[in-house]
């Protein structure tokens, strides 16, 4: 994940770049959102684990199974997606210029050119079903082959990371009239950047 938004703000290689992996802090890998607002759903109660194995090497999360979707939206509401890094700095969590939103989840799951596809929705094999319902309807099943994530960010010019990020993952959903619904669901990966030897 943690390249997808490089690619976004930095754009192409260059011969000063540098690569970043995020060193993961947590066993459980994923952690609560901190800033969330009450009635946000942790990616625990969002989706079920039952039958979903996602195992950690240091920098490698290794994902396989199938994810039963509790969140329950209706048919026409409007998923917006979004993914930020930060920075742990004299005790705050600070924002960082990595982030990438998308407004309309559900319109741009299958599409190949986005990052969410490359790195998560490519690997959903019961693609037909899942587009249907997208992530609204609970008791979806999420398919997945085995894949892995690699958390890192690449090609990074003009900044040095060093200390401890964390990755927000928000999916936030919106009714007819875009208005919010109460339950959005939030999810944090935390870790020690480092650099790629
Ligand atoms: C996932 O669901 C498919 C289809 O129902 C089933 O064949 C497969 O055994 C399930 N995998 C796991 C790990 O439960």
């Known amino acids: 994940m943690w390249r997808i938004l490089f690619l976004i703000h930095v754009g192409l290689a260059g011969i000063w770049a540098t690569d970043y992996e995020l060193l993961l802090e947590d066993p459980d890998i994923f952690a609560p959102c901190t800033e969330a607002r009450p009635g946000t759903m942790f990616i625990r109660e969002a989706i079920n684990f039952d039958k979903l194995t996602v195992e950690q090497d240091p920098d490698t999360i290794h994902i396989s199974g199938n994810a039963t979707t509790n969140w329950d939206l209706q048919p026409n509401d409007r998923i917006a997606a979004k ?115």
């Open 83 to 197: 993914f930020a890094l930060f920075h742990y700095q004299r005790g705050n969590w600070e924002p960082t210029v990595f982030t990438m939103a998308t407004q309309d989840f559900c319109a741009i799951m299958y599409d190949k050119d986005q990052y969410w596809f490359k790195y998560w929705t490519t690997f959903i094999t019961n693609r037909q079903e899942v587009q249907q319902d997208c992530i609204k309807k609970a008791g979806t099943t999420l398919i997945h082959e085995p894949f892995h994530l690699r958390l890192m960010l690449t090609n990074i010019r003009g900044a040095t990371l060093h200390g401890r990020y964390k990755t927000v993952i928000s999916f936030e959903a919106f009714d007819e009239k875009n208005v919010p619904r109460p339950n959005s669901v939030c999810f944090e990966i935390r870790g020690e950047a480092e650099k790629v030897k």
